[in-house]
């Protein structure tokens, strides 16, 4: 028995040995390296986070991503641009002596893996794999295929999931590591189980698996789907399939009925292997279950990571009063004793900050002491960013009672997602349009990390819109509560587990239109948030407060890795510890 993990881990669960290999496609790793594009990524980063912060033991593979996501430019009328941003990665990482290869349309692709030391708050060390093809000896197509995250087209994209999956459990193996449970964050990793099943057979992608070997991956695979929208599930048709991952795996797939509606689908192979499965809100797991009733499907609520997501002003008052927090994120519950003065004091600060970012982006002088609203997010339709936009004049007639109203918007669209797109230049017209003395509405630039813990830390209320049932978690909700912001939302994903009436927050009231869904958008902004914010300061501050002290305690990475330890890594010790025990260091 070898103890792998720091002083402060968790031993009571985690196995000493053996340990989690977590796959994603993205991972927010810090502010400075563009491997992430939004909240899958961000999610991805606060879980190996609270990870280390755990003393979990557990490695990450992601691609390198050299090329970035990337940033946004917007001209007068919101059009967006697209530019590349290339890094270095020996900057932030360190390049591991292994190669392992992949084969991808019949070529030997060689692949390497940079490593990033992920340090938790007490030592503790998760390492970041970052896989890269930019080797000499591939030819030029092959050396770009980690450049972009979710660039090109669906080929390119096949090929990326080739590397990461396949190649991933490769280069775990060259690493040396021993891993006892891979998991799947998204669909985009899933052919990480046909490695372990040829792996599992002794070699290559042809003779026919057993239901034994087809148990024995089962046995290590846990998958966590993200998103009930059809187009986030990755489908490659049988040509494809069979171009680029070979006439055999292609049949083995065939076999596995890992194919729908005549396409290969990465959601029904990560599924088809996997012992555990989950979504990612209480919700989502119901909604998932609908979309894939032949599956067990449970659910996990996703969390942030508190210490990245809390501003300087609110995380200084809490190490005054419970500095427990930064060792257990339960500990956020007893906020509910802070004088509620310092609640203001803080928040005050971090709305300082924010409008003073928001000045030296756009030479606008914001009123701190105007009710300010956030809404950030990837611009997609079913986000429905122009909601607010319903009913101009109403809106109007708001901000006007309210002694005026200030509305940040940001987000990115993909650069291939054209209504996306629409749907940013029709925000910036509508905010020219509206914009007056009372009414304020600011579109920024290139919605990434810090200007994200920027928004949610110093709006004065979160708004989410979605259309349900799309909406499979959010985050940027949770980041607000942490802060002690109160989101004003649709009851989907995260909120219909967060929304306590008055207390957390509001909830838009479910309509059967978008029509009805803005009239109690509206209704609520104008009987309860404003009439609390302008006449209450006093109320207005208790509702931060219980904001903080219910929501921060709960939707966080810390609370939410303990859960995957539970129910997804480590079931079987709750029922058998010292068989486990046994098991689990045996390897
Ligand atoms: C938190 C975060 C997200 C995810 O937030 P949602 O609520 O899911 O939209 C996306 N992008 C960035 C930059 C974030 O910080």
């Known amino acids: ?38 909240g899958l990524g961000v999610l991805a980063g606060d879980t190996l986070r609270s990870a280390a912060d755990l003393g979990v033991s557990m490695a990450a593979f ?24 290339p890094w270095n990665p020996a900057d932030f990482c360190t390049e591991e002596p292994a190669r392992v290869t992949v084969s991808i349309e019949g070529r030997v692709v060689t692949l390497r893996a940079w490593r990033y030391d992920l340090k938790g708050s007490f030592g503790h060390v998760v390492p970041i794999y970052l896989l890269d093809t930019d080797l000499e000896g591939n030819s030029g197509w092959d050396r770009g295929l980690t450049d972009h995250l979710y660039g090109g087209d669906t080929n390119y ?22 891993v006892n449970v891979y998991h799947m964050n998204e669909g985009h990793a899933a052919l990480l189980t046909l490695a372990l099943l040829e792996s599992q057979l002794g070699g290559g992608p042809e003779g026919a ?22 187009a986030g599930h990755d489908r490659f048709s049988t040509e494809q399939a069979i171009r680029i991952l070979g006439a055999d795996r292609t049949a083995r797939l065939e076999k596995l009925e890992c194919f729908r509606d005549g396409l290969q689908n990465m959601t029904l192979l990560a599924l088809r292997f996997s012992r555990y499965a989950n979504g ?14 032949e599956f067990s499907i449970g659910s996990i609520t996703n969390g942030v990571h508190a210490p990245t997501w809390i501003g300087d002003p609110v995380q200084r008052m809490l190490d005054e009063h419970i500095p427990e927090w930064r060792r257990d994120n339960l500990y956020l519950r007893n906020t509910i004793d802070v004088p ?4 203001l004091a803080a928040h005050a600060r971090a709305k300082e900050e924010l409008l003073a970012e928001v000045g030296s982006r756009t030479g606008l ?19 429905r960013a122009t909601l607010l936009f319903t009913d101009p004049e109403r809106l109007k007639e708001i901000a006007a009672k309210a002694g005026g109203l200030q509305i940040l918007y940001a987000g990115k669209a ?37 200007l994200g813990a920027q928004l949610t830390a110093g709006v004065d209320v979160w708004v989410n819109t979605p259309r349900r049932p799309y909406e499979a978690s959010g985050t940027s909700g949770m980041k607000a509560a942490m802060n002690g912001v109160p989101s004003l939302s649709i009851l989907d994903g995260w909120w219909i587990e967060g929304c306590i009436e008055g207390v957390t927050g509001w909830a838009i009231e479910d309509g059967a239109n978008d029509h009805e869904e803005a009239q109690s958008l509206y209704a609520k902004l104008e009987k309860a948030v404003v009439p609390l914010y302008l006449d209450a300061r006093e109320k207005w501050a208790r509702l931060m407060r219980t904001t903080l002290a219910f929501n921060g305690s709960y939707f966080n990475t810390n609370r939410m890795v303990k859960q995957y330890i539970r129910n997804a890594y480590y079931p079987e010790r709750l029922a058998e510890p010292a068989k486990v025990e046994e098991a689990a260091y045996a390897d």
């Open 209 to 230: 698996a057993a239901e034994t070997d087809i148990e024995a991956v089962r046995r290590k695979c846990v998958f966590t789907t993200h998103t009930p929208v059809q």
């Open 280 to 293: 990612v809100a209480m919700q989502h797991g119901k909604v998932s279950r609908a979309m894939f009733p």
């Open 1 to 38: 028995m070898q103890p792998t993990t720091s002083q402060s881990s968790f031993h009571e669960t985690v196995p000493s040995t053996g340990q989690v290999a977590y796959f994603s496609m993205e991972i927010a790793i810090e502010p400075a390296m563009p491997t992430y594009a939004g």
């Open 157 to 178: 994209r096949l090929q990326q999931e080739i590397v990461l999956g396949m190649g991933g459990v490769r280069m775990a193996h060259a690493l040396g590591l021993h």
């Open 340 to 343: 509620v003065a310092e609640i």
């Open 62 to 85: 992601t691609l390198l991503h050299r090329k970035g996501y990337f940033q946004q430019h917007l001209d007068p009328v919101g059009m967006q641009t697209e530019e590349v941003q």
């Open 414 to 450: 993909h650069p291939q997602d054209e209504p996306g797109k629409a749907l940013i230049r029709q925000v910036v017209a509508e905010a020219a349009k509206l914009s007056n003395n009372d009414l304020r509405i600011v579109y920024l630039e290139n919605y990434a990390w810090q």
């Open 365 to 383: 002088v914001l009123n701190p002491k105007v009710l300010t609203l956030g809404f950030a997010r990837r611009a997609a339709t079913y986000k």
